[in-house]
């Protein structure tokens, strides 16, 4: 194929097709690895180090995690099978209209990721500047941490603009460093704390009922574990197989990267703070804190690119119109403006919910159409808003109903604002499992039922195609082709 079309494939909103797709099963691991290895795993690991002793934690970080990503885990396989963005290929569930709403949420909670990994970047980078010796204000908090957080986003989205091929490299040298670091890290938590004294140390900061200090670190976890919902499609379609886009993604975002976790949880215990790089400074054996803090910077400007680039792919499948460049500038200047915010890295529990009320439900709902449908798509319907999927004003009733149920279960069940609990269920259950549960049983009961209409299918509405229109459909929309002229 041309790199004219290549770039077009990869840079914009083209189906992939086998020849087009870059990576293997190896290749689709060291992405997801690089991806999942970053602020949100240290993050989330810190603060359930803080409210739940470390043998309560480690089973924590991985069932919080591991359990939503393997519910939702079919995506991988509608987005290989048709190498179509995600959203574009959830038209045909959420309808185009519905669609566009989810495209909103996307982006903009979505700076929240940058703005994170950015933001623990720059928590390293002035802690390691300090400690080589270097002055003025980019040694400083304040404010040399986001001084260097800007620096991270900019690396980051050079990455990103450089497209998938580059990726594909700088990962493969990130995976292996952040795992092996990791691993050495873990062993010398233990090794100096020791494993007994690590276990029987009590959590810094937990609540006064332990129900909810283990209901609150299920939830933190389970919205990192669901957040992953959003992200399939930009890198599934780029995967040569179905296999290697399932496991990739299930051990890569999964079991691999719960590391991190793992390891913040244990230094949160033991220092009393959520920022792993806490730990790093502190630490006696002189190698720790600058093979640490390197391993932070690497992990998180890694990561930037890899929020970046999908983050631009999905933005520009809905305007491509708008140059490549341009929109990953969009994407940067977005993250850059929420790391000006003052408490914005301490509010990271808050946005965890918030994203497992969204991520959860939207996966609730995916998932719920791929049990009717086995997802299949109609793929040329997925680009034609006038005459593809044509849900009554745009949006399939039946997904709309359901998310709206399951939103307001989820707030009533926990308000992530306040922490408190309306209906009493939490912590005696948490929030986001249930919720995604009951936005797949409502959606797969309203489908069934047909009275808002079929899964997959075409809604006339109240407009009635012209002829021509009916004969584009029955020459374009009948078969699930995805060759291209």
């Known amino acids: ?52 002793p470390a043998s309560q934690a480690i089973p924590i970080v991985l069932f919080g995690n591991v359990i939503p990503l393997f519910l939702i885990s079919p995506l991988a396989v509608i987005f290989a099978r048709y190498g179509v963005e995600q959203f574009i290929g959830h038209r045909a569930v959420f309808g185009h209209r519905g669609g566009d709403i989810w495209f909103i949420i996307y982006i903009t909670s979505s700076f929240g990721w940058i703005a994170y990994a950015a933001l623990l970047m720059g928590s390293g980078s ?11 204000i980019l040694a400083t908090e304040t404010p040399g941490m986001v001084i260097w957080a800007f620096l991270a986003t900019i690396v980051g989205a050079y990455l990103a603009f450089r497209g998938p091929n580059v990726l594909k490299w700088a990962m493969r040298i990130g995976a292996a460093f952040l795992i092996i670091v990791l691993l050495y890290f873990i062993a010398v938590v233990f090794l100096v704390h020791g494993v007994e004294k690590t276990f029987a140390a009590p959590p810094p900061e937990p609540f006064e009922d332990p129900r909810w200090s283990i209901a609150s670190a299920i939830e933190w976890n389970v919205g990192l574990g669901f957040s992953w919902a959003f992200w399939y499609g930009q890198w599934t379609r780029l995967a040569r197989t179905e296999r290697a886009a399932y496991h990739g993604t299930l051990w890569g975002w999964g079991i691999l990267s719960c590391t991190a976790g793992i390891f913040a949880a244990l230094t949160a215990i033991i220092v009393g703070s959520f920022d792993p790089t806490d730990w790093l400074v502190a630490s006696q054996i002189a190698a720790v804190p600058v093979i640490g803090l390197a391993m932070i910077i690497v992990a998180n400007v890694s990561s930037i ?43 990271y529990g808050i946005y965890l919910a918030y994203i497992a009320l969204l991520t959860g439900i939207y996966g609730g709902v995916m998932i719920g159409d791929y049990l009717l449908t086995r997802g299949t798509y109609k793929l040329r319907a997925l680009y034609n808003r006038s005459i593809g999927y044509r849900y009554v004003g745009g949006f399939n009733l039946n997904a709309l109903i359901a998310t709206i149920v399951a939103v307001a279960f989820y707030l009533w069940t926990l308000d992530p604002l306040t922490w408190t609990s309306a209906n009493g269920l939490f912590p005696l259950i948490t929030a986001g499992i249930p919720s995604y549960f009951l936005a797949m049983v409502v959606y797969i009961l309203l489908t069934k ?10 809604m006339p509405g109240k407009t009635i195609p012209t002829p021509a229109a009916v004969a584009a459909v029955k020459t374009t929309d009948t078969s699930i082709d995805v060759k291209r002229s």
């Not at 002035?126 to 003025?136: D, F, N, R, T, Y």
């Not at 403006?337 to 003052?342: C, Y």
């Open 305 to 347: 690119a890899l929020l970046i680039y999908p983050m631009s792919i999905t933005f520009r499948s809905r305007f491509p119109n708008i140059k490549w460049g341009y929109v990953v500038g969009i994407m940067t200047l977005g993250g850059v403006l929420l790391e000006l915010i003052p408490g914005v890295f301490d509010s």
């Open 126 to 136: 002035w802690k390691l500047a300090e400690i080589l010796g270097v002055g003025g």
């Open 449 to 458: 039922s047909g009275i808002f209409g079929k899964a997959g299918a075409y």
């Open 1 to 52: 194929m041309g790199e004219a079309v290549k770039k077009d494939v990869w840079f914009n909103l083209l189906p992939t097709l086998r020849g087009d797709r870059l990576y293997g099963l190896w290749d689709f691991l060291a992405i997801q690895i690089s991806f999942g290895i970053a602020a949100w795993f240290f993050l989330v690991g810190g603060l359930t180090g803080l409210v739940v």
